[in-house]
């Protein structure tokens, strides 16, 4: 049975910092794609971050570059999203998202097989 659980959702200021972890299990995570997908109230779910195996490939939205930093923990089957600089815009349900059928950019929600239960990220001015 496939679990992606994430954890270190929030509310921090504009400015701040969090650390986003998805523990994967029941998948082979290193041969996998694995990315951050993220929900707003009102708003279809857009992928943030994503990471490809092999090459070590990684995808940003525009919107987060810079700012971001997505990281696979192969050994640990772990997938980090390290946020900084986080702007009210960046407020949204966080969700994990693993095996992909497609590795198109911008990243495709429907592509993805697996997803976690979510994790909120809230960001006051």
């Known amino acids: 049975q496939v679990r992606l659980v994430e954890s270190g959702g929030g509310s921090v200021q504009t400015g701040g910092s969090l650390t986003l972890s998805c523990a994967a299990a029941?998948?082979?995570?290193?041969?996998?794609?694995i990315g951050w997908f993220r929900q707003a109230p009102g708003k279809e779910r857009e992928g943030v971050a994503a990471?490809?195996?092999?090459?070590?490939?990684?995808y940003y939205a525009d919107s987060v570059k810079g700012r971001f930093t997505i990281s696979r923990d192969n050994a640990k089957s772990t997938l980090t999203l390290q946020m900084n600089g986080l702007k009210p815009e960046d407020t949204a349900m966080y969700f994990c998202?693993?095996?992909?059928?497609?590795?198109?950019?911008?990243?495709?929600?429907?592509?993805?097989?697996?997803w976690g239960q979510g994790t909120q990220v809230t960001v006051s001015s």
């Open positions: 029941g998948i082979k995570f290193s041969w996998h794609c």
């Open positions: 990471s490809y195996p092999g090459a070590s490939s990684t």
């Open positions: 998202a693993a095996v992909c059928d497609s590795t198109a950019t911008p990243p495709i929600a429907a592509a993805y097989r697996y």
